[in-house]
């Protein structure tokens, strides 16, 4: 009554709510597992949550995406432009 209304957390870094978090641990863990795809040094908190917002905090849907990101930087020499 006549207070406001909370905010959702916005899913950026120091704006995460509890089920945020956590997908963001699932999602590293995930890539810890998996002999094949690593973090590369680049791929911090603020990099991972980026996807993670757009996948509306979907770690399964948001690995795909990253993966295929990646996949495009090597298919297209992103690495080797410099």
């Known amino acids: 009554m006549g207070g406001k209304a909370q905010a959702e957390p916005s899913g950026y870094l120091g704006d995460m709510?509890?089920?945020q978090e956590?997908?963001?641990v699932h999602l590293?863990?995930?890539y810890e597992k998996d002999?094949?795809?690593?973090?590369?040094?680049?791929?911090?908190?603020?990099?991972?949550?980026r996807f993670l917002r757009f996948k509306k905090f979907?770690?399964?849907e948001t690995?795909?995406?990253?993966n295929g990101f990646l996949?495009?930087?090597e298919a297209e020499?992103?690495?080797t432009i410099l």
Do not use: A, S, T, V
Request: charged share 30%.
């Open 17 to 19: 709510n509890d089920f």
């Open 22 to 24: 956590e997908q963001l």
């Open 28 to 30: 590293k863990n995930m």
């Open 35 to 49: 002999e094949d795809h690593h973090l590369n040094p680049w791929m911090d908190d603020m990099f991972l949550l």
């Open 58 to 60: 979907n770690p399964e």
């Open 63 to 66: 690995w795909k995406m990253i």
């Open 71 to 73: 996949e495009w930087r």
């Open 77 to 79: 020499g992103i690495d």
